[in-house]
């Protein structure tokens, strides 16, 4: 894994490893299943106590993004942060919905009706982006909307288990690391595609290339976005400048023409007044484009 933490940050290590690793699920770098270094692997690797390292680990378990039990190597897990319904054999499934349609009134050609009524759907004519946070989801709504033009809608993990009916004339839309979980809940037919988050290097180089002591701020709606960026960013900043973090509601313009830099998120991009404003795009510009491509032929 590639991670850089700096000792001469105010953000925590033990926060700006867990950021940084939580970064590193999101764009693809750490794959679901994928084994984590042990503790002392990784305080050797990054030159910290393996002390810290544990409780960033215990960090990340709690939220989600990693799952293990005591004793063993703690893996990446789907970082949804809520309970989706868990695959089983078809058998099991079929069985279980013949089951509650019964405890619910239904006829067995009533249950029939249903079921072909899904299998004979139609082609999407909509997308729907499936993500926790709602900050998360308005930045990518947002994104497919200005790049493809096409109507799209959002729920969280949860109300989409709840609810796999939102799936009708719909392409899904995930994060890479949530694509699994959401397996059993679209047609086969019509995979759930998953995003691709984009890279943060040109943005850690312009702080980079800041002579004089700066002031940093990144603007977003979505909170986690935020504290990714956070723990990202802080090996660049140092001591020497100085970061911002603005959560903003939608529409609610905000004036930083004092500050020196500002990274913006596609929803506040329009909202913020600044001198020097940096755009940052969320979803990779290739996925983007793939996304498009593959619309275009279906």
């Given at each position: 894994?590639q ?11 033990r ?5 940084q ?10 794959r679901a299943?994928e084994?984590?270094?042990s ?13 810290t390292v544990s409780e ?5 378990v709690?939220r989600g993004?990693?799952?293990?039990r005591?004793g ?8 949804s942060g ?7 054999t078809?058998d ?12 619910m ?24 982006v ?10 990518i ?7 493809l ?5 959002s ?7 709840s609810?796999p009916?939102?799936?009708i004339?719909?392409?899904v ?7 699994d979980d ?5 047609p086969?037919?019509r ?6 988050y984009?890279q943060a290097?040109?943005?850690?180089d312009l702080i980079?290339?800041?002579k ?23 090996p660049?900043m ?5 970061l ?13 023409d ?22 940052y795009r ?13 619309y275009?032929?279906?």
């Amino acid at each position: 894994m590639q991670i850089a933490l700096s000792k001469n940050s105010d953000v925590p290590l033990r926060q700006q490893l867990a950021e940084q690793i939580v970064f590193l699920i999101t764009t693809g770098q750490l794959r679901a299943g994928e084994a984590l270094p042990s503790v002392r692997a990784l305080a050797r690797q990054t030159n910290v106590h393996h002390n810290t390292v544990s409780e960033a680990y215990q960090q990340l378990v709690l939220r989600g993004w990693v799952t293990g039990r005591r004793g063993t190597q703690l893996v990446v897990g789907t970082g949804s942060g809520a309970p989706l319904v868990k695959p089983r054999t078809l058998d099991e499934l079929i069985n279980e919905s013949i089951d509650r349609a019964k405890e619910m009134g239904y006829t067995l050609q009533a249950l029939r009706q249903k079921v072909l009524e899904r299998l004979m759907a139609q082609p999407p004519d909509h997308f729907l982006v499936v993500e926790q946070e709602p900050g998360l989801r308005e930045i990518i709504r947002q994104e497919v909307v200005d790049s493809l033009g096409l109507q799209v809608e959002s729920c969280s993990p949860a109300d989409f288990a709840s609810d796999p009916s939102l799936a009708i004339g719909a392409q899904v839309l995930a994060a890479n690391h949530l694509v699994d979980d959401l397996k059993m809940l679209v047609p086969q037919s019509r995979p759930t595609i998953g995003l691709v988050y984009s890279q943060a290097a040109e943005h850690v180089d312009l702080i980079r290339k800041l002579k004089n002591p700066s002031i940093v701020a990144v603007v977003s709606v979505s909170e986690s976005l935020l504290r990714t960026a956070k723990g990202l960013l802080a090996p660049a900043m140092g001591r020497k400048h100085t970061l911002s973090e603005i959560l903003v509601m939608k529409d609610a313009p905000v004036n930083l023409d004092t500050l020196d830099l500002v990274f913006c998120d596609t929803v506040t991009l329009s909202m913020i007044r600044s001198r020097r404003k940096v755009h940052y795009r969320l979803i990779a510009t290739a996925c983007l484009e793939h996304l498009a491509s593959s619309y275009s032929r279906s």
